[in-house]
Structure formats: C-alpha cells, structure tokens
C-alpha cells in the first residue's frame, strides 16, 4: 500500500471536528482506518470518499 495516511488530528483540524468523534466513525465502520499497533491512521482514499459522499447530499450525513 503506496497511500498516503493521516493522523486522527490530521483529519480533526481538516474537518474541524474532535478527535473522539473521528474514532467512534472508525469504530462504527463510518471512516475506514488502517490500525498500526495502538495507532489509528486514516487512508486518503477514505478521507476524499468521505467528503464525496457527504458533499453530494448537502446534509453532511
């Protein structure tokens, strides 16, 4: 895997949203994460698919 990941605070200051909200979205299945040890990392690939889906309703949901 070649993609680039992001930290939890990473993506919490891109979406402006805390920490704990983007780890209940992973452990919900919402965000897909890549676990490296206790670390959580966030593939770009989900981040942009994410924001694809979400802009495409105009709810956020």
């Known amino acids: 895997m070649n993609e680039r990941l992001f ?5 919490a200051e891109r979406w402006q949203v805390s920490k704990g909200l983007l780890y ?4 919900d299945g919402r965000l897909d994460r890549v676990k490296i040890g ?3 990392r ?13 802009n495409g309703n105009g709810d956020g949901q």
């Open 7 to 11: 930290t939890l605070d990473q993506v």
């Open 24 to 27: 209940r979205m992973t452990e």
């Open 38 to 40: 206790k670390y959580v």
């Open 42 to 54: 966030i593939p770009q690939s989900a981040i942009e698919a994410f924001e694809n889906q979400t």
